[in-house]
Nanobody
């Protein structure tokens, strides 16, 4: 069973910053697209940002201009720097790994999630 382990969540005041990290197996980091999703109570899980194995990022609308995703495949680490956090960013944040095979087959894994709470 592949384990993706998140860290770095916590309680922060509006306008504050947090760094989330995800670590996992070396072969996942060599080959898989990685990303961060989040889910708030009563809402669907949504893409925050993802990054290809070669380092090209894509951001969801909520993250543009405030969050930065990065990965270091040798260190088996993916990070999400979140600036200017607002109460609406409160959610569980999940690390995600995805590999797409031909004919729409895929291999994907999820972390257990780390809670981010933005409150004064």
């Amino acid at each position: 069973q592949v384990q993706l382990v998140e860290s770095g969540g916590g309680l922060v005041r509006p306008g504050g910053s947090l760094n989330l990290s995800c670590t996992g197996p070396a072969d996942i980091f060599r080959q898989y697209q990685m990303g961060w999703y989040r889910q708030a109570p009563g809402k669907e899980r949504e893409l925050v940002a993802d990054i290809l194995s070669g380092g090209v990022p894509t951001y969801g609308e909520s993250a543009k201009g405030r969050f930065t995703i990065s990965r270091d495949n040798r260190k088996r680490t993916m990070s999400l720097r979140m600036n200017d956090l607002q109460p609406e960013d409160t959610a569980s944040y999940y690390c995600h790994a995805l590999f797409l095979f031909p004919r729409n087959h895929k291999s994907e894994f999820w972390g257990q999630g780390t809670q981010v709470t933005v409150s004064s």
